[in-house]
């Protein structure tokens, strides 16, 4: 897809989402505009798979058949078999997206253009065609977001109707190219909208959106080397995004996700089917990871994660914990105020021997004592599993403007007697509410951790000797020494400087003096 073609793309999905703006805050439309794209998605891609696979002999189309009829009642009973078991739910003909925009138009003889009723029955149906199967729990309460009995869309279900009618004919224009097989564009759409979502959704952004360029460093890292990965794992999935930038650089048997958020945990399952991925190749389960672990024998070959950042979790509070295996070893838990280790040390257990981890952490982890410290020490003095710290700049993540650093964990190092550490934390692009990284800086990133290569105020090999004469302390400016000289002062260019000043100030103030005389009002200040 040309820059052109994605331009427009996202103009007419930022139209479609400008249809509900000002009525209700952007984390809310975005349930209704993403709901509304998956389920067009999944019309489409019904009707797609029905006439080009199961009804490719015939000489009618899926949307032909006359559901009133006992010849098409047979006929759409032996064709929901085989689409529930290829895609793991069913809808009819007058189900479909496309039927009902043209219903919401008034285009079908007969009919209301009331759709309302028609939407709801639609979404609760996909879930209820599920029941039962392997897709059971990939589809179960995935539109529970989607209230269209909210007072939000109107005041009166003739007014809630037309905006749902506006909104869907909005979408139906788009042309997603579902027919392309190597087209993700519904995919790429799914992704602009999340991101544009986060932007306006202040600090809450961060529970379901990490940044597509710190995701790509993320990703990148996790699968260097690698053409093949059986497993990719996020504790805190949000909305899937890491876990699917991972198949941008390999090829991702199976997805493993889990999310405390209910909506942002539709919203990673509505990514996965999206994105093409199978209901039997992905795993995302819903429930607090740090003390309702929901994968305990998952041992994955790559993990990714952006977690929030020092949340709070029970810790101490629940004995249980201090005798987790994902926990136990190291002595300590994580402080109840700050869940950082925690999080750590869970992926930690769920990593294989021949697996990578990079995970986004705020930049406390480095250098905290107590407890962390303690754990940290166990990390690398024990373990040796730290691979290297890489220092972010600040106010790249939404909802958040501190910097924040990515640390790579393998437990198996080629490089065990060093940890590379770089600071990236000067080098981005700037913009009004947010700063960025460029595919330049991203480069440049992956380059020296790849090559392992040591650049003046930039990165640094430290050896574990280094690391212990620091007492376990990681803070980047310990190993990278960025102090800049400032140049010497020119007294006499000040001293000219700031005569020019004290002389453009005796001139302010005679003007004054002037409109004040002219005016007639009295000088408020002494010559």
Known sequence: MSEEQKRKLEAQLWNVANTLRGRMHADEYRNYILGFIFFKYLSERLET??????LASESFKFGDINERKDEGKRILAEVQKGVLEHLGFFLKPTQLFSYLVKKGKG?????????????????????????????????????SDVDLTSNKLGSSEKEKNGIIVEVLGHLSEIDFKLEDAKSDLLGDAYEYLIGKFAAGAGKQAGEFYTPAQVSRLLSRIVTAGKQRVKSVYDPTCGSGSLLLRASEFVEVANYY???????????????????GVHFSHFTIRRGDTLTNDLHPDLKAEVIVANPPFSAKWKGEKDPALAQDDRFVQYGRLAPSTKADYAFVTHMLYHLADNGTMAVVLPHGVLFRGAAEGQIRKYIIEKLNYLDAVI??????????????????????????????????SREFEKETNQNNLLDAHVDKIFDTYINRKEIEKYSHRASLAEIKENDYNLNIPRYVDTFEEEEPIDIDEVAGDLKKLQAEEVEIQKRLVRFCTELKIKVPFDL
């Open 49 to 54: 798979y029905v006439n080009q696979k199961l």
């Open 107 to 143: 285009e079908i003889a007969g009919e209301s253009s009331f759709i309302l009723d028609d939407l709801k029955s639609v979404m609760n149906t996909i879930e209820q065609t599920s029941a039962g199967t392997e897709s059971e729990d990939d589809f179960k309460g995935l539109f």
């Open 257 to 275: 996700g889990q999310e405390l958020n209910p909506t942002t945990y539709n919203l990673a399952r509505m990514n996965m089917i999206l994105h």
């Open 391 to 424: 220092g972010l700049p600040a106010n790249v993540f939404y909802g958040t403007s501190i910097p924040a650093t990515v640390c790579v964990f393998k437990k198996c190092r080629k490089s065990d007697e060093e940890v590379l550490f770089i600071d990236a």
